[in-house]
C-alpha cells in the first residue's frame, strides 16, 4: 500500500500543511484504506512547501512540492488511485531539484523528513537508541569520551570547543550531582537548525544527551527551548515521554545501573540566554543574565554543580559516532574541522531551507551547487555567517572551505549555522545596522560598554543612513569596538561589532558612498534616495493618489512629476506602479 | 472585579512551585499565570509572590528581563511582524509602515479599541515565505504593501462585525 508523508515541521505549517494534511484525511475517509497518511519534519527544501511524498510499497518514492488543499484531490485520484505520478508537480525524480542532495552529507540530519518524529518505533527502526545501548552496555564512559574526542567533533553552537574534552573536564570535576543541559535557546535571527532537528529527530538529541551522562556520570537533565518554538517543545515532551515507557530513560536504563531524567526548560525571550552562563541562571529562575568565568560550568554550573552544555547538534550527532566510531566521523571535513554542518540557508538564495554538508566544502559550492545560486540571477554580494556575532563575507572570498579557523580568518565565525545571502540589492551598512539593533536589544545590561557602546555605535550607523554621517565616525565605530570586545563579559558583547567590523572591513567603499557622496548604492537606505517618473509612466495617477504628501503632479495620462520639495521619500510610489516608471537612484 | 481576580488565580498552576520546590521554578510559574491571564498583572506577581516567598521587586525583576511576559494585556488580534533576517533583506520594513499607517498603531502598542496588538519576532521560521506576518495563528507570507492592506482591512471588517453582533 502507499504512504503519503506530509512535511509538518514549522516551515510546512506555516505554508499551509495542516490544511494540507486535513484534505488527504477527508480523501482518506472517501477512499477508506486506499494509503497510510503520515507526518514527518523538514527535510531541508523549506523553499517548496507544502512537501508531500508519496511511496510505494516497494520502497521507491517521489515528492511533491507546492502542495495546497486544492491539488491533494488530483493527487489522490491519479497518483494514489490511478497510478500515474504528476509529473509537472514533482519535485524529487528526473531532471528535477538537481544537485540539491548531492553534496550534502546527511549525519545530524539522517532522520529529518524521512521519519515520524513522532514515533520511537520509527526512530528505533533507523538504528535509533543502538549508540546509547552500546555505550552504556559495552563501554566504559572513558571509552565514550575517548571516542567522541577522536572523531574530533566540535561544538555546534558556535563556541566550537572539542565536546569530547569538555566532557572529560564535566567528568573530572569533583561534585556529587552533575547535570547535563542541552541548549536549544536557538536565537540568531536567519537560524533555525536546531528547531528543524528538534521537530524532525527529537530522539536523536535525547539519545545524545543520554550518553553524555553516562561519560560524565550526570543523573539529571535540562533541554531549555526557546518558547517560540511550541511544535519543538511539543515533539520534545512526547519523545521524552516514549522514552520513559520503553526504558531508554528513567531507572536502570537497558537494565545496567545507570538512571537518567530529562526535563525541559522553557526559555521566556532573551537572547542573552543562549550564553551558558545566563542559561544557567535562567533555569535557576532569575534574570539571565552572564556571569564571569572561570569557574567554568564543567566545574560549577547548574546550583553549582559541574554542568555540561552542549547545543541540540552536537547532541544529535553523537549517538551515530558512537554506533559508527569517531574515525569514520573524522574522515568526513578538513585537518581543523571534522565531520559535517548543518546550515539554515536564507536571503535571496535561490533554495531556502536545511542543507547539511561536510567540512571542507566551500562557501561557493553550498550556494550554487547545493542551493541553486542567487535568486533572479542577480550579483552574488556576501554571506553572513554566524549571526549577530558573526560577519560578513564578500563573494570574492568564498571559495574558502567550512572550516573553523579559515572562516576565522575572515572575521565572522563558524557560528550555530545560519548562512544569510546577499545579492547586489543588500545595502551592508543597513546589514550592519539590522545586526546591531538586535544586539543593542538584547544587550542584558550588566557590562557597560555592551549596553551602552552598542548604543553610541547604533546611533552613528542611524546617522550614516540618514545621510548624516563622517568619515571620523569611522574611526569611533572602529575605536568603540575594539573597546566594546575587551570590556564585555560574553559572547553577546564580544561579538556585537563583528557584522560592523567586517562589514567597514571588506565593504568600506560603500560606507564612504553614504558619507561623501549621500548615496545608497544598493538603493536601500530611503534618506538617501531620490525618486524620479521616467517616460514608462502612463499618467496612471496610482502613484500620485498613494503619495501622502502629493508631491506627485501631472495630468491624467502624462507622464507624472515627482516634486522632490515635498518628496519624504517614503517609497509609496515605487511600491504601487505597476509599469516600473517610478526610478529610485 | 477584585472576588473576580481572586477566583482566577486559582485557576493557573500554582502546583508548579510545590513540585519543584526550588526558585527555577518562577519562570514556569509566570509562563502559566500569563497564559491564564494573557499578561502579568501587578496582582499576579503579590499573589506568587505570596506563594513563593520570593520579593514582588525580585520577581517583577524577572518579568520586565524576559521578552516573552508582559504587564499588559494585549488586543483581540496581536499581530507579529517578522524581523528576522530574511524578512528583513526582503522588505519587514515596508510590511512595519503599512500597518503603521492603516492601524495607526507602532510596536508595543495595542490599538484604542483594544481590537490589533503589533509585536516584533526575530524569527518565525518560514524564510521562504518572506515578509511573513502572523495574526494570531494565522500565517500571511509573501507580503506586498498591497496585500498586507487587503489582508488588515478584512481584519477591521471583523472586528466591526463582531462588535455589532456584540451590540445586537
Known amino acids: ?585 | 472585579m477584585a472576588e473576580q481576580t481572586a477566583e482566577k488565580f486559582k485557576t493557573f498552576n500554582v502546583d508548579l512551585w510545590k513540585y519543584d520546590g526550588q526558585a527555577g521554578a518562577l519562570i514556569p510559574l509566570l509562563q502559566s499565570a500569563q497564559d491564564t491571564y494573557g499578561y502579568i498583572s501587578e496582582k499576579a506577581i503579590d499573589y506568587i509572590s505570596h506563594i513563593t516567598g520570593i520579593p514582588s521587586a525580585d520577581i517583577y525583576g524577572v518579568v520586565t528581563f524576559y521578552a516573552q511576559f508582559r504587564t499588559k494585556p494585549l488586543g483581540k488580534y496581536v499581530i507579529k511582524v517578522c524581523n528576522g533576517t530574511a524578512c528583513h533583506v526582503n522588505g519587514a520594513k515596508n510590511i512595519t509602515d503599512t500597518i503603521n499607517d492603516e492601524l495607526n498603531i507602532d510596536y508595543e502598542e495595542t490599538s484604542d479599541d483594544g481590537s490589533f496588538s503589533l509585536l516584533s519576532v526575530a524569527c518565525i521560521g518560514c524564510c521562504s515565505l518572506a515578509p511573513v506576518i502572523l495574526i494570531n495563528d494565522e500565517t500571511y507570507g509573501r507580503l506586498t504593501p498591497a496585500k498586507l492592506r487587503k489582508v488588515l482591512r478584512s481584519y477591521k471588517q471583523r472586528v466591526k462585525k463582531e462588535a455589532q453582533t456584540e451590540a445586537g
Open chain 1, 1 to 585: 500500500m502507499k504512504t503519503v508523508k506530509i512535511g509538518l515541521g514549522t516551515c510546512g505549517i506555516s505554508a499551509g500543511g495542516e490544511k494540507v494534511y486535513k484534505a488527504f484525511q477527508e480523501e482518506l475517509n472517501q477512499h477508506a484504506g486506499a494509503f497510510n497518511l503520515k507526518e514527518t519534519g523538514c527535510i531541508g527544501m523549506c523553499y517548496r512547501e507544502v512537501l508531500v511524498e508519496v511511496s510505494n510499497g516497494d520502497g521507491s518514492a517521489h515528492m511533491y512540492g507546492e502542495v495546497t488543499p486544492d491539488r491533494v484531490g488530483r493527487i489522490v485520484e491519479e497518483d494514489i488511485v490511478g497510478d500515474a505520478t504528476i509529473d509537472e508537480w514533482l519535485v524529487s525524480g528526473e531532471g528535477r531539484e538537481v544537485g540539491f542532495f548531492d553534496k550534502q552529507q546527511r549525519i545530524v540530519l539522517r532522520n529529518c523528513g524521512i521519519i515520524d518524529p513522532g514515533s520511537i518505533d520509527e526512530y528505533v527502526e533507523k538504528g535509533g537508541y543502538q549508540g546509547a545501548r552500546r555505550a552504556l552496555t559495552q563501554m566504559t564512559p572513558e571509552q565514550v569520551i575517548d571516542e567522541v574526542i577522536k572523531s574530533g567533533l566540535r561544538g555546534r553552537g558556535g563556541g566550537g570547543f572539542p565536546t569530547g574534552t569538555k566532557w572529560k573536564f564535566t567528568r573530572g570535576a569533583p561534585g556529587d550531582k552533575k547535570y547535563i543541559i542541552c541548549n536549544a535557546d536557538e536565537g540568531d535571527p536567519g537560524a533555525f537548525m536546531d528547531r528543524s532537528i528538534l521537530e524532525g529527530d527529537p530522539s536523536a538529541v535525547l539519545e545524545g544527551m543520554i550518553i553524555a551522562a553516562y561519560a560524565i556520570g550526570a543523573v539529571e537533565a535540562y533541554v531549555y527551548c526557546r518558547a517560540e518554538y511550541p511544535k519543538a517543545i511539543a515533539r520534545l515532551r512526547q519523545a521524552i515521554a516514549q522514552a520513559k515507557k520503553n526504558g531508554f530513560l528513567g531507572d536502570n536504563i537497558f537494565g545496567t545501573d545507570f538512571s537518567f531524567n530529562i526535563k525541559i526548560k522553557e526559555g521566556a525571550g532573551a537572547f542573552v540566554c543562549g550564553e551558558e552562563t545566563a542559561l544557567i541562571a535562567s533555569i535557576e529562575g532569575k534574570r539571565g543574565m552572564p556571569r564571569f568565568r572561570p569557574p567554568f560550568p564543567a566545574q560549577s554550573g547548574l546550583w553549582a554543580s559541574p554542568t555540561n552544555i552542549n547545543n541540540v547538534e552536537t547532541y544529535a550527532n553523537v549517538p551515530w559516532i558512537i554506533l559508527n566510531g569517531g574515525d569514520r566521523f573524522a574522515a568526513y571535513g578538513t585537518e581543523d574541522s571534522k565531520g559535517t554542518k548543518v546550515f539554515a540557508m536564507a536571503g535571496k538564495v535561490a533554495r531556502t531551507g536545511l542543507v547539511e554538508v561536510p567540512m571542507g566544502v566551500t562557501i561557493n559550492e553550498i550556494i550554487f551547487d547545493v542551493c541553486g545560486g542567487i535568486i533572479d540571477n542577480k550579483q552574488f554580494k556576501a554571506v553572513q555567517m554566524g549571526g549577530p556575532s558573526g560577519g560578513c563575507i564578500p563573494a570574492a572570498m568564498c571559495d574558502i572551505q567550512i572550516d573553523y579557523q579559515q572562516i576565522n580568518k575572515t572575521g565572522a565565525i563558524m557560528g550555530s549555522g545560519g548562512l544569510v545571502v546577499m545579492d547586489e540589492n543588500t545595502c551592508m551598512v543597513d546589514v550592519a545596522k539590522f545586526f546591531l539593533t538586535f544586539t543593542q536589544a538584547e544587550s542584558c545590561g550588566k557590562c557597560t560598554f555592551c549596553r551602552i557602546g552598542t548604543k553610541r555605535m547604533l546611533e552613528i550607523l542611524e546617522r550614516i543612513t540618514a545621510g548624516e554621517g563622517t568619515m571620523e565616525d569611522l574611526d569611533n565605530l572602529n575605536e568603540l569596538s575594539e573597546q566594546i570586545k575587551a570590556a564585555s563579559l560574553c559572547g553577546l558583547g564580544q561579538g556585537a561589532p563583528n557584522p560592523v567590523l567586517t562589514t567597514m572591513k571588506h565593504f568600506r567603499e560603500e560606507y564612504e558612498a553614504h558619507i561623501k557622496d549621500k548615496k545608497c548604492p544598493a538603493h536601500v537606505c530611503s534618506a538617501l534616495l531620490t525618486y524620479t517618473i521616467n517616460e514608462k509612466c502612463t499618467g496612471c495617477t496610482v502613484c500620485a493618489t498613494a503619495c501622502p504628501t502629493d508631491a506627485i503632479f501631472g495630468a491624467r495620462k502624462a507622464v507624472h512629476m515627482v516634486d522632490q520639495n515635498k518628496c519624504i521619500k517614503c517609497g509609496k510610489c515605487f511600491t504601487v506602479c505597476r509599469f516600473d516608471a517610478v526610478v529610485k537612484d
